[in-house]
């Protein structure tokens, strides 16, 4: 009986993996140490060759006041746009698009809110072991975008991998804590136009 359950759970996620999306919407996430309580980090807007992330920390001069970061990436013509909202105004550089260290897919299949995934981890040969000891992700077979093969923020933190964007984000430091990042709400949508519109924005000089 056992195997029979195991058979047919197997069976499927496989029929369910076929069942791919391309994403276009806002993915909210939220930051944690793994055991401890949530907080929001960050939300991506996702368009077919853009990424619009918006990042949420303490303001340098009050760090009482959260200020919101705007980070404009377009690959379709390789450039990146820092948005600054107080000012309106933008600054233009190249992409910074660089892994940090290379995922391996360990080719086993988890559900995260029903949602098939793939087990991604680092290769532990590539890792720089005096700033962690391991980083697992995992990576949806259902959300894809055809687009962008690959995206980190900041080279550290993976966004898309293999066209699949990455549900969960966990990193084993070296004292044993465990930071994560992950995927609390995804909201599809049509199109997401107005979100890369800089028309109200002026380029910094």
């Not at 993915?27 to 907080?39: F, I, L, Q, R, S």
């Amino acid at each position: 009986m056992k195997l029979l359950i195991t058979s047919l759970f197997v069976l499927a996620i496989t029929q369910f993996s076929f069942a791919q999306k391309e994403f276009i919407g806002i993915t909210k996430y939220k930051m944690a140490m793994v055991g401890g309580p949530d907080e929001d980090s960050m939300e991506v807007v996702f368009d077919k060759t853009r990424l619009l992330v918006k990042l949420y920390a303490p303001s340098r001069e009050n760090p009482k006041i959260i200020e919101e970061m705007l980070f404009l990436n377009d690959f379709a013509t390789n450039k990146l746009y820092m948005i600054n909202k107080a000012s309106k105004n933008y600054k233009v550089d190249g992409l910074l698009n660089v892994a940090g260290y290379p995922f391996i897919n360990t080719n086993k299949i988890m559900l995260v809110k029903g949602d098939v995934c793939l087990h991604y981890k680092a290769d532990s040969t590539l890792i720089d072991e005096s700033k962690m000891k391991a980083a697992d992700c995992l990576v949806s077979k259902t959300y894809i975008n055809k687009n962008i093969k690959n995206f980190w923020l900041l080279g550290f933190q993976p966004i898309i991998i293999d066209d699949k964007i990455v549900m969960d984000f966990i990193v084993t430091e070296n004292d044993g804590s465990k930071p994560r990042v992950y995927i609390s709400d995804m909201i599809a949508m049509k199109n997401v136009d107005a979100y890369f519109d800089l028309s109200a924005y002026k380029e910094k000089e």
